[in-house]
């Protein structure tokens, strides 16, 4: 099995920022992508950020230029670099992995537990 956690949220005042991080573990072969996805009251989940294993990333339109993701290969770690946040920012933020496992390297998606992010203006 495969586990994910997540850390670094918290209250944040609008213009600031924080780093999320979540860490991989458990019978992982290898991770393909990974991504953050943000889930506010009453809305659906929605990518934020993805990259690849070879370090390709994706944003939302409503993030970029603000936020940056990036991963640690060897820790299996996946952070996202949140600048210039704004209150509409605020939501509960959740990783993503799709983990290479198995004996034909079938690719199975985890999540982690979600960090709350909270932006005060």
């Known amino acids: 099995q495969v586990q994910l956690v997540e850390s670094g949220g918290g209250l944040v005042q609008a213009g600031g920022s924080l780093r999320l991080s979540c860490a991989a573990s458990g019978s992982i072969f290898s991770i393909n992508a990974m991504g953050w996805y943000s889930q506010a009251p009453g809305k659906q989940r929605e990518l934020v950020a993805a990259i690849t294993s070879g370090g390709s990333t994706n944003y939302a339109d409503s993030v970029k230029g603000r936020f940056t993701i990036s991963r640690d290969n060897a820790k299996n770690t996946v952070y996202l670099q949140m600048n210039s946040l704004k209150p509409e920012d605020t939501a509960v933020y959740y990783c993503?992995?799709?983990?290479?496992?198995?004996?034909?390297?079938?690719?199975?998606?985890?999540w982690g537990q979600g960090t709350q992010v909270t932006v005060s203006s």
């Open positions: 993503k992995c799709a983990v290479v496992a198995g004996l034909r390297s079938n690719e199975y998606d985890y």
